[in-house]
């Protein structure tokens, strides 16, 4: 049986069974034992804190990423989300032209500065808020998208609920503080993640923008690891009092595997110079510790299956869009895979149809799990071959 591509261990026939990790976006509660008994997480000076491989999909270390905190401007990416898809929807267009009400104009802490005499384009909106952080630009997109801030509010945790977000409830657009609004590390990773796999083109577009000028006032980006890292494209600061200081940055880098996407996620560091430096290690230590294994190759069969009343016998079985895992640097060689599929496998059957389920060990520790689909249809047989095969398995 042949092993999947970048596996040591050649994988083996098992009886069918275990549970998948959550589907992109979603996020596993943490890392494995595998991970946490081989590489030592940092100590930051974080309240809550979480590092992610998007690549992979798997959380590399995290520390209390379920404790609920104030979440202060890292609302607003609910908010650029829920933005984006009422531009794919078509409910509002990227240069559509609005005014700012009465009560964005009010709304307190960092601005773009908007003249509420003067109309303005939602994609300036965007980057406003997303490059200077402005609530009155949050305010004015949520009233654009929803006719209303409390009807956007609404579709915030209405989304919220949809993901699974448990740690999550937001009372305003902006994340200025109120006790019912709060988030977590492992909550708000899922929204950014949602961003920039749902909307990857308004992602690189907006949150890589350095600085932005709007009514005769540039601005920075908060992001300031954007200025001095390369590989960061993103994504987002927050701060108030009851907050602290937040940051949640994405870099992209190459490596010998391939690309590799990694977030990090930190929640109340006492100084504005501690979220940035507590990420920056973060981001390295994911880069310098872990390499990400191409176990499964798009289209590539991990075996080839027995096929019953089929025009054709074998199927090959592995994955359409190919599969990574991410594993402590040194260990390729400790990695096992089991292949668990159906049997038997009875035509018809349609490409991408799940079959079965690859299980992932590192030193005899569950790691990961995916699934493995029908990589070609198979159409049923005539009814000769049909009425043979049923005699062949009546006395298998």
């Not at 690189?204 to 006032?217: E, G, M, P, S």
């Amino acid at each position: 049986m042949a092993a999947p591509a970048g596996a040591a261990a050649p994988a083996t026939a098992a009886p069918a069974g275990a549970a998948l990790p959550g589907a992109p976006g979603n996020l596993p509660d943490g890392p494995t034992a595998a991970l946490l008994q081989t590489v030592t997480p940092p100590t930051l000076d974080a309240r809550s804190w979480l590092v992610l491989d998007m690549t992979s999909n798997q959380i590399l270390a995290q520390h209390d990423a379920h404790l609920q905190e104030a979440p202060a401007s890292l609302t607003k990416l609910m908010t650029a989300y829920l933005t984006f898809k009422a531009i794919h929807d078509g409910v509002i267009q990227r240069d559509q032209m609005v005014h700012e009400s009465a009560k964005a104009w009010r709304t307190g802490g960092s601005r773009m500065f908007i003249d509420p005499r003067v109309p303005v384009s939602v994609n300036d909106l965007l980057l406003g808020m997303i490059v200077q952080s402005g609530n009155d630009a949050a305010m004015t997109l949520a009233q654009t998208v929803a006719g209303s801030a409390a009807t956007f509010v609404s579709m915030m945790n209405r989304q919220a609920q949809q993901w699974g977000l448990h740690d999550t409830h937001f009372s305003d657009p902006t994340g200025l503080p109120s006790p019912d609004h709060h988030s977590s590390a492992h909550d708000l990773a899922v929204i950014a993640t949602h961003i920039i796999r749902d909307f990857p083109g308004d992602f690189a577009r907006y949150f890589k923008v350095k600085d932005f000028t709007y009514n005769h006032i540039t601005q920075p980006n908060r992001v300031s690891l954007l200025f001095t890292d390369p590989s960061v494209d993103g994504m987002k600061t927050g701060y108030t009092e009851s907050a602290g200081y937040c940051m949640i940055t994405t870099a992209l880098r190459n490596t010998p595997n391939g690309q590799r996407r990694v977030m990090t996620v930190v929640m109340g560091t006492p100084t504005e110079h501690a979220r940035v430096a507590e990420s920056a290690e973060l981001l390295n230590w994911a880069y310098q510790n872990f390499d990400d294994l191409h176990l499964l190759q798009p289209g590539k069969p991990v075996l080839q299956a027995r096929v019953w009343k089929g025009a054709q016998s074998t199927v090959g079985i592995g994955s359409l869009q190919g599969e990574v895992v991410t594993v402590p640097r040194g260990d390729a060689s400790r990695i096992q895979s089991v292949v668990e599929r159906d049997n038997p496998l009875v035509a018809p059957l349609s490409a991408g149809q799940r079959l079965g389920t690859l299980q992932v060990s590192l030193s005899g520790k569950p790691l990961a799990s995916f699934p493995l689909v029908a990589l070609t249809p198979v159409r049923q047989a005539g009814f000769f071959k049909r009425a043979w095969d049923s005699l062949r398995l009546a006395i298998r």
